[in-house]
């Protein structure tokens, strides 16, 4: 079995940062994509950022050059910047993994974050 545990979430004022971290435990498996989700109460889960393994990337329009992903696939760990958090980026996000390109693969417990204004 493989769990990805999230990390890195907290409290902080808005124009604050984080950087958050998924690591994959158990089960080792090739990497083809890591993500980052998130959720807010009463809103559907929207995609955050997402990383292939040959370093592409793709972005939520609302990033708007905020955030920043990175995979480390030797250590089967992705890593989110947040950089300028704004009250409305306040959620629960969530780490995926996936070993090809047919859909998500495994999902964290999700790590909270929080902006206050």
């Known amino acids: 079995q493989v769990h990805l545990v999230e990390s890195g979430g907290g409290s902080v004022q808005a124009g604050g940062s984080l950087r958050l971290s998924c690591v994959a435990s158990g089960a080792m498996f090739s990497i083809k994509n890591m993500g980052w989700y998130r959720q807010a109460p009463e809103k559907q889960r929207e995609l955050v950022a997402r990383?292939?393994?040959?370093?592409?990337?793709d972005y939520g329009d609302f990033v708007k050059g905020r955030f920043t992903i990175s995979m480390d696939k030797a250590k089967s760990t992705s890593y989110l910047q947040m950089n300028n958090l704004k009250p409305e980026d306040t959620a629960v996000y969530l780490c995926?993994?996936?070993?090809?390109?047919?859909?998500?693969?495994?999902w964290g417990q999700g790590t909270q974050v929080t902006v206050s204004s």
């Open positions: 990383i292939s393994d040959s370093g592409r990337r």
């Open positions: 995926a993994a996936a070993s090809d390109n047919s859909g998500w693969d495994y």
